[in-house]
């Protein structure tokens, strides 16, 4: 059984800054460097979307409207990923949630609403 547990949200003003984390909690879940770790947000009354996806090998890929905003990592070692948001906007608003896809990080992202996730997500809210 995995589970993540995803932090660090809240409310800042356009152009500032968030860093979410998650944790991945799992029961020898042996095989699961093998997987995209990523993000994906899904805004107020709206469809889901992929954000950001990280292999173990840290290989990257990114949704356009964040690309070049936003910066995902992952720490294998304490089994946690991180989105690091900066110059946020008001479209950004939405609840963030991690998840974990076995296939590469552009494959993460090429699912868009099919996406699901395992935690309670945090709500990131930029106002204008």
């Known amino acids: 059984q995995v589970q993540f547990l995803e932090s660090g949200g809240g409310s800042v003003q356009a152009g500032g800054s968030l860093r979410l984390s998650c944790t991945v909690s799992?029961?020898?879940?042996?095989?699961?460097?093998?997987?995209?770790l990523g993000w994906f947000r899904q805004p107020p009354g709206m469809e889901r979307e992929t954000v950001a996806a990280?292999?173990?090998?840290?290989?990257?890929a990114y949704a356009n409207s964040v690309e070049g905003r936003f910066t995902i990592s992952r720490d294998n070692a304490q089994e946690r990923l991180y989105l690091q948001m900066d110059g946020l906007k008001p479209e950004d608003t939405g609840t963030y949630y991690c998840?974990?896809?076995?296939?590469?990080?552009?494959?993460?992202?090429?699912?868009?609403?099919?996406?699901?996730?395992r935690g309670q997500g945090t709500l990131v809210t930029v106002s204008s």
């Open positions: 998840a974990a896809v076995p296939a590469p990080p552009p494959t993460f992202l090429r699912l868009g609403n099919r996406i699901q996730g």
């Open positions: 799992h029961n020898a879940w042996s095989s699961w460097r093998a997987y995209s």
């Open positions: 990280a292999d173990s090998d840290g290989s990257t």
